[in-house]
């Protein structure tokens, strides 16, 4: 509270690294507090913080149980949708405006198309999910490759037309958008009991975001060194990496049943 009461007078006198630093030197002394409280907490109490287990996480019926490398996997294709989810639509205004030669309101408008494809593709997900009887691997699979198809789209079609452009860009973020709500929300209740569902969840929500941070200046690069036709062919790349991770996923989930 503090801190955002005073912001506008800090920047009006430095910069905005300024402000970044407070911040994160708060949360940083913040986190050493809590921890030391929560370790007060357990000593004096003997209550200590659940934890999800290392080596497996069970469902409730037992069924199911989802080992390091299927972890492993499932953490990979939340990492590369993260890439290709934030990534995109952080970069298409750009992306449009040098391409098309663009002004930059009317690239930005151009991506409105991007957050409402999005909104609507969180409700076909979920219909898609119960027609494919929840199979989580065997969803995510099939729209990393309508991803990897529309990125391909965009790799033969650079330039055509801009509204072939956002199309496709939507129809990218709009699979990952999916993606995302089957890995994060639905995948946890399969495969985590109800004490480590939300342990699970946030654990491989984490990896979304790891993904939005490298993709944030991933692309960048890859647009300065190799332009933006290098950039999409990366997205491509990404995409089918993603249906690889979750084939991969669906192959192991098979032998641990």
């Known amino acids: 509270i503090m801190i955002y009461l005073i912001s506008p007078a800090i920047i009006s006198v430095s910069s905005w690294h300024f402000v970044f630093y407070t911040v994160a030197s708060v949360a940083a002394i913040m986190s050493v507090i809590w921890f030391i409280k929560i370790t007060g907490i357990e000593k004096n109490t003997g209550i200590a913080l659940k934890t999800t287990p290392t080596k497996s996480v069970k469902s409730k019926s037992g069924s199911h149980s989802m080992g390091i490398l299927l972890l492993s996997l499932v953490m990979g294709a939340i990492f590369l949708q993260g890439c290709l989810r934030d990534g995109v639509t952080t970069w298409v205004p750009t992306y449009i405006s040098e391409v098309f030669s663009l002004g930059s309101e009317i690239s930005i408008l151009s991506g409105v198309a991007v957050p409402i494809f999005s909104l609507i593709s969180i409700q076909l997900t979920s219909i898609f999910f119960n027609k494919m009887n929840k199979d989580p691997?065997?969803?995510?699979?099939?729209?990393?490759?309508?991803?990897?198809?529309?990125?391909?789209?965009?790799?033969?079609?650079?330039?055509?037309?801009?509204?072939?452009?956002?199309?496709?860009?939507?129809?990218?973020?709009?699979?990952?958008?999916?993606?995302?709500?089957?890995?994060?929300?639905?995948?946890?209740?399969?495969?985590?009991?109800?004490?480590?569902?939300?342990?699970?969840?946030?654990?491989?929500?984490?990896?979304?975001?790891?993904?939005?941070?490298?993709?944030?200046?991933?692309?960048?690069?890859?647009?300065?060194?190799?332009?933006?036709?290098?950039?999409?062919?990366?997205?491509?790349?990404?995409?089918?990496l993603g249906a690889a991770a979750c084939f991969a996923s669906k192959l192991k989930s098979k032998k641990q049943s």
């Open 137 to 240: 691997f065997k969803c995510t699979v099939i729209l990393f490759l309508i991803s990897a198809f529309s990125t391909a789209m965009l790799t033969v079609l650079p330039d055509v037309s801009v509204i072939i452009t956002v199309f496709f860009s939507a129809l990218t973020v709009a699979c990952m958008h999916g993606i995302n709500l089957i890995l994060v929300c639905f995948l946890p209740a399969i495969y985590a009991d109800e004490e480590h569902v939300s342990s699970l969840s946030g654990t491989l929500n984490f990896m979304t975001y790891v993904g939005s941070a490298a993709s944030t200046y991933g692309f960048a690069l890859l647009s300065e060194s190799f332009g933006w036709g290098g950039t999409v062919i990366s997205w491509l790349i990404i995409s089918a």
